[in-house]
T-cell receptor
Framework: EAGVTQFPSHSVIEKGQTVTLRCDPI?????LYWYRRVMGKEIKFLLH????????ESGMPNNRFLAERTGGTYSTLKVQPAELEDSGVYFC????????????FGEGSRLTVL | AQSVTQLDSQVPVFEEAPVELRCNYS??????LFWYVQYPNQGLQLLLK??????LVESINGFEAEFNKSQTSFHLRKPSVHISDTAEYFC??????????????FGAGTRLAVHP
């Protein structure tokens, strides 16, 4: 069974440009999460989808970030326009249930904004 | 609000030596506790979790953690480490899961480096 896959693994862009990160969760997992780790610090929650609906987007930093999950399958996280402080590793995770604490993480997408 | 402090950013240790990775949390409500591990070039994986019951929980690869409510700690231990345990370890908490979801609050991670 395929795990959570993320693309690209690493993206380097200039400040002001746009980047779109993609996440394919484990098949059948209705719950999809985005997390971010900046500069080796804590991994912080961004948002949570249940199927195609946003359950909680309280961790999204600002309106330059847009997450979508059309059709309840894969998800994209767009940053537009990117700023220097957006650099970090963006993790996607999925889970079958909402209340077990067990998330299955992808390897992450490293974003570098110059 | 909850927070997690991992007291050591890096822990070097020799193979077959014991190790303890420290984790303290703060919370005004009941929490559930987790340790995740990230091996090189892999995603995070759940290592063990405490939801209720016995305060000592174990993983399949010899790690254990003990929930200490009075000290608000959930330290991770292994009596004898292997080279393959080299990884980054993350402690995490979640507020009551009753009717909730998997909104985990992570610490900053501890890099465990096991040397031969």
């Amino acid at each position: 069974e395929a795990g959570v896959t993320q693309f690209p693994s690493h993206s380097v862009i200039e400040k002001g440009q746009t980047v779109t990160l993609r996440c394919d969760p484990i098949s059948g997992h209705d719950n999809l999460y985005w997390y971010r780790r900046v500069m080796g610090k804590e991994i912080k929650f961004l948002l949570h989808f249940v199927k195609e609906s946003k359950q909680d987007e309280s961790g999204m930093p600002n309106n330059r970030f847009l997450a979508e999950r059309t059709g309840g399958t894969y998800s994209t996280l767009k940053v537009q326009p990117a700023e220097l402080e957006d650099s970090g590793v963006y993790f996607c995770a999925s889970s079958l249930q909402m209340n077990t604490g067990e998330l299955f993480f992808g390897e992450g997408s490293r974003l570098t904004v110059l | 609000a909850q927070s997690v402090t991992q007291l050591d950013s890096q822990v070097p240790v020799f193979e077959e030596a014991p190790v303890e990775l420290r984790c303290n949390y703060s919370s005004s409500v009941s929490v559930y506790l987790f340790w995740y591990v990230q091996y090189p070039n892999q995603g995070l994986q759940l290592l063990l979790k405490y939801l209720s019951g016995s305060t000592l929980v174990e993983s399949i690869n010899g790690f254990e953690a003990e929930f200490n409510k009075s000290q608000t700690s959930f330290h991770l231990r292994k009596p004898s480490v292997h080279i393959s345990d080299t990884a980054e370890y993350f402690c995490a908490v979640s507020p009551s899961l009753s009717g909730g979801y998997n909104k985990l609050i992570f610490g900053a991670g501890t890099r465990l480096a096991v040397h031969p």
